[in-house]
């Protein structure tokens, strides 16, 4: 769990003209390949239930440890007999939904401490900030870890752990983000004019803060699968028999001298979605960000 | 300049309080109790209560808080709830294997970052910058411990190339220490050496297109020159702000590769601290964590202004 | 974290096994020299008895002091710093001690040393020895090498206690010079064959030979390293790479791939723990008995033996494993899982099962949720945090708990502790009138024929009324390289090393 793509993040430049994703696109082949896999990602999830050729949590214990390419078990089987390309699509169906809530957790709370922070200024900003500060000063993962440990592990519990470690990123984005908005002109004129500070928020600020924030999104989404997997991996995550990557990857790590692929399947699947996010974000970010265009 | 780092520590000290609040009480209100980790096996209702009223367990929460700050403020930690021992004593035996493992794991990371982050600036939008950028997008995307699973496979288990977990401290045997090193370094420093290089890349670029560059090439400088003495120099500024961040982070991105690999440092102390609920020692951990990123951070802004005069303190 | 729940308290799911035990023959004569490693499954704590509740230390223990008395393979009580006994007064038990021993530090071991040793776990604070000598009023010295235990009530379990921490003698000016950190450095403190050298916590604890160990030629090798390993396929790896010479567990599946490598020694014979989950009696749904019956009738052993312990071990029917002379080779009312009888005793309800985040657990807890639903019966799965689960167990906040048993010498420790009413871990609230009066009376009586048959009395009943569902008796195993020799295997889990040499 490392907090660098927030780091990478912050570096997008914000743009007063905003440009549509989409037109965006266009120019830019990397962003429709990570998008595409993005999409394709969804899919899996969505569709899950309709392409697994099995059940993911029917155990069938004589069935056990059948290797890859068996016969019906396109990925083998685990432990307890389980088609694992049935548990790692639905494995889908877990790591996003949990990435999502997590991430709505800290852009929520974090973009609201932000613009309150930034736009208004002086006692607001010192308390907040010192709040923020001491979130970002505590281990984020030894946070998690806590979060979950105090609220009992689970699914739920690891979104809301993750969210709360991802406050700080969007905190510090979105207030430095309004600084530098509150300074241009525009804004003035409308401050001038007689708009009221939530008009200005809603109808100025935050339109013109999509752009990085959505950049920042689907890199913390990749954060977020990590983490979820970390978690899990030290039994902190989804509950058994739910088919979870970290989970997997934790039993099957046992049996990594005669069944490798038990921990390895599901340790590939973390890495695409993680990839395909982060891949997402960084074109995206490299789409957005004028200096760097090649 | 004075002022401003002085005013940056009298920042810190609200932070510092918020932290030990907020790990008193996270700790402390998570379901579990010591008492009966420590008895296993042994436990009576008696030997639980004689526990309680020995770590004092059985006093208040906020009385509780309050004399541990007393301590802490007197730089007394306490003592480890499981093994006895002074809680700085805890962490100071495992805080070499930690240091030695970040170290390793940042160097491997700069190894691989600034040749290719400084290849893929200079030959931008070439095969070998995107197969880079690539490669930097893949690097953070691989969870760690997955890394450190396939590494002990391959190179421990299969190959017996390295040994399979553990540690030997340097001075005993600085060899085999090396040997039990590598491949926790490798796991944890490869997230690093991808972001590191993303840093090198997209500062070099942005070097690159700085008129002095520009100035010396029309000049006649040789470009390789240009690029590792004049350019190189200056893209690592933002490279140094990272490092330094990543140095103040080491306690946290080793909690599971030490995990993984069985590495006795303060990373997994923690873990294993808050499992076994042993307060003292995870409120220890957390506050030197805290501590050694608030530190890191001035320090970092600190250098950076020493680095690029063009900033100042005010 | 999967090492957690193997780690704790020696509440472990030991890899379990087939019996072969026995001393072993191999390597021809016994030579002098050498050291070995071995691995532990978690850190130690301690290193003083008084304060210890892990397996591990009592394994580092054994090796590094002695008790006053000892067991055979066959768990039978044989002399130790005690020479010869005199039991017939069961409230006065008189001790005739080995003459002429020495503790490491150069302190004679004798009739004071014991009572010291007994008063101090009877009396310190963080003692943790109060409530297995809580029979004894006071030690009196007659001479040199006699004491009287005096007792407050008869105690047939004393012996057998004595056996184990409670019981393990260390040298008084050893304690006092220790001071505060006596617990992580306890050097000259026992009489065994090995002496303390160094402790580095998380990495290796290093033993020497005793060069004046009492009893003659022993030990055989120059020292002893334990090494933390706390997960148990890092266990196997680091045999595999010659990092441990020996080890006591490694993950079931991978016995069979030991034992037919000729480069290592794989022994086990039956332990004397139990396996399985306890019900709790108190509460919903398992407040009615043909629900607690029904979950111990659909549970399917040899399934469970077969898959997650890889037929190590036998399928176990109630609390007093074979290795016991307690053991009821009769009981078998759940032998084969019978999902319609157990349909046919209650079905269509609910209840979640609790245990951790150990992969070997939550393997066997999806088999038990696909055993069961077989007979109707829906057993929903919680993973906890260890500590929280064992707060939740034992304050009968569960309704199905997974909790083993790492097993005591005397059958009272089986038993007592968990089915009598007022037992320490009765976390199921079990109560049953007749089955306190068998195990109290197992407690006080001296005839071993009358406790046999109050244990067999007291099985039957707890068995048929399921407060907990056996599953699987476990093994206690040692693998070790195919360098080292001399091992006597004993069913307590405990490798004792004094006998061992290296070729």
Known sequence: MSTAPALVATQASIRQTRIHLLELARGHPRVILAGSLVLLLFLIALLAPFISPHDPIAVNADNAYLPPLSPSHLLGTDELGRDLFSRVLWGARVSLPVAFVAVAVGLVAGGVIGLISGYFGGVFDLLLMRLIDALLAFPALILAIAIVAALGPDLRNAMIAIGIVAIPVYARLVRALVLQLKQMEFIAATRSLGATPTSIILRHLIPNLLNPVIVQVSLSAGFAILAEATLSFLGLGAQVPTPDWGQMINTGATFLANDPWLAIVPGAAISVTVFSFNLLGDSLRDALDPRLRS | MTTYVLRRLVLMVPVAFLVTIGVFMLIHLTPGDPALILLGEDRSPQAIAAIHQQLGLDKPLYVQYLIWLGHIVHGDLGRSITTHQPVTTAIGERLPATLELGAVALIWSLLVAIPLGTIAAVRRGSLADHLATGLAVGGVSIPNFFIGIVLIFFLSVTLRLFPFGGYVPFNQDPFENLRHVILPAIALGTAGAAINMRFTRSSMIEVLNQDYIRTARAKGAPWRRVVFIHALKNALIPVVTIVGLQIGGIIEGAVVTETVFTWPGVGRLAVESIFNRDYTVVQGIVLLAAFSYLIANLLVDLVYGWLDPRISFT | ?503
């Open chain 3, 1 to 503: 974290m999967r090492w957690v729940a193997v780690a704790v308290a020696g509440l472990v799911l030991v890899a379990a096994c087939g019996p072969s035990g026995g001393t072993s023959q191999s390597g021809g004569t016994p030579k002098a020299g050498g050291t070995a490693t071995i691995a532990l499954e978690s850190e130690l704590r301690t290193l003083d008895p008084l304060d210890s509740s892990l397996l591990v230390e009592r394994e580092v223990f054994y090796n590094m002091y002695d008790s006053l008395f000892t067991i055979d393979p066959s768990l039978k009580i044989t002399p130790g710093l005690v020479k010869s006994w005199d039991v017939s007064d069961p409230l006065n038990l008189k001790f005739t001690l080995q003459s002429g021993v020495k503790y490491q530090d150069g302190t004679a071991f004798n009739a004071q040393s014991v009572k010291d040793n007994i008063q101090r776990y009877l009396t310190a604070s963080t003692s943790r020895r109060k409530s297995d000598l809580a029979s004894v009023s006071s030690v009196e010295v007659v001479d040199d090498t006699h004491v009287i235990f005096h007792l407050k009530k008869p105690d047939a379990t004393l012996l057998a206690t004595l056996v184990d921490r409670a019981g393990m003698m260390l040298s008084m000016a050893a304690v006092q010079k220790g001071g505060q950190n006596f617990s992580l450095a306890p050097v000259g403190a026992g009489s065994g064959p090995f002496e303390f050298v160094e402790w580095q916590r998380n990495d290796h604890l290093t033993l020497k030979k005793n060069p004046n160990y009492w009893k003659p030629g022993l030990p055989y090798l120059d020292g002893v390293t334990y090494r933390a390993i706390p997960d148990v396929n890092a266990i196997l790896a680091a045999l595999k790479t010659g990092d441990i010479d020996i080890a006591r567990t490694i993950a079931p599946k991978d016995v069979a791939g030991i034992k037919s490598d000729s480069s290592f020694i794989y022994r086990d014979t039956p332990a004397i723990g139990f396996n399985g989950f306890e019900l709790n009696t108190g509460a919903p749904p398992f407040n009615d008995p043909a629900k607690r019956q029904a979950v111990a009738l659909a549970t399917d052993r040899y399934e469970i033996l077969k898959n997650i312990n890889f037929n190590i071990g036998v399928v176990g029917y109630g609390p007093i494993p074979p290795s016991s002379w307690a053991f009821d080779s009769t009981e078998k009312i759940y032998d084969h899982a019978d999902a319609a009888k157990a349909k046919a005793t209650a079905t269509g309800f609910t209840f979640t099962y609790k245990t951790t985040s150990d992969p070997i657990n939550q393997q066997l807890a999806a088999l038990l949720q696909s055993e069961l639903a077989a007979a109707g019966i829906t057993m929903n799965i919680q993973t906890e945090e260890f500590a929280t689960y064992v707060q939740e167990c034992a304050n009968h906040q569960f309704q199905a708990c997974n909790v083993n048993w790492s097993g005591r010498l005397d059958p009272d420790g089986n038993t007592y502790a968990w089915w009598h009413t007022k037992g320490d871990f009765n976390d199921s609230l079990y109560s049953n009138a007749q089955v306190d009066a068998w195990l109290e009376d197992a407690r006080v009586s001296t005839d071993q024929n009358k406790r046999k048959q109050d244990y067999l009395n007291a099985q039957k009943q707890i068995v048929a009324d399921a407060p907990y569902v056996f599953t699987v008796f476990g093994v206690s195993a040692q693998i070790s390289s195919n360098k080292i020799h001399g091992f006597t295997l004993y069913p307590d889990l405990m490798i004792r090393m004094a006998a061992v040499w290296k070729g």
